[in-house]
């Protein structure tokens, strides 16, 4: 069955530090793949998404490159900042429905 | 517009209530969902409903009733839950049921039973 693994959290980050949040999963087809952002207290919001591979999603500085021999989909920014704290969920989605899958989330911090 | 509307923000009910949650998008999507999400736990699939029809249904006990009236509201009824249904209830819509379509997320429902 489909699955995402995410890296375990929390992670604690310096302001400007670089950030990596690995996230590797399975699934039976071709499947979509996403990174979702949630804010303290509020729902989930598309961070960015990859369709098929070596696609390179893009956002807010963020990025993550659909890795199809590697089934993997790390997030990667090079200078996070205070605002960046959040939990960040990788996510799957299967041709043919859009039922996402979620890893468990990652809690960042970032401390000034 | 490129909001889903969840309501309400925050809902406190005993187990012998019936309350409804409600999630209402403009955006013109076809494939709307209900998720719930447990503290420190990813969201999970409850429903799917595709032109106002169920499509998918995870198992979910009877307690839980969803309703597409029209294809801008979806509503999840709750009748008789039990404090282990407190969570965060959230709603998002897509453009129709496709993989590669964006799911758009409401700021969710925080239910607690009592």
């Known amino acids: 069955g489909d699955s995402v693994t995410q890296m375990e959290g929390p992670v604690t980050l310096s302001e400007e530090a670089f950030l990596t949040i690995n996230c590797t999963y399975t699934?039976?087809?071709?499947?979509?793949l996403f990174w979702y952002v949630q804010y303290p207290g509020e729902g989930l919001q598309l961070l960015l998404k990859a369709t098929k591979a070596d696609d390179k999603g893009s956002n807010k500085g963020f990025e993550a490159t659909y890795r199809k021999e590697t089934t993997s989909f790390h997030l990667e920014k090079g200078s996070v900042q205070v605002s960046d704290s959040a939990v960040y969920f990788c996510a799957l989605s299967e041709p043919g429905a859009n039922n996402l899958f979620f890893g468990t989330g990652t809690r960042l911090t970032v401390i000034p | 517009d490129t909001e889903v509307t969840q309501t309400p923000k925050h809902l406190v009910m005993g187990m012998t209530n019936k309350k409804s949650l409600k999630c209402e998008q403009h955006m013109g999507h076809r494939a709307m969902y209900w998720y719930k999400q447990k503290a420190k736990k990813p969201p999970e699939l409850m429903f799917v409903?595709?032109?106002?029809?169920?499509?998918i249904n995870e198992s979910v006990p009877s307690r839980f009733s969803p309703e597409c009236p029209n294809s801008s509201l979806l509503n999840l009824h709750l009748h008789a839950l039990q404090p282990e249904d407190s969570a965060l209830y959230l709603c998002a819509s897509s453009h129709h049921l496709s993989a590669q379509d964006e799911a758009f997320f409401g700021q969710g429902t925080r239910l607690t039973v009592v």
């Open positions: 409903y595709s032109y106002e029809k169920l499509s």
């Open positions: 699934a039976t087809g071709y499947p979509s």
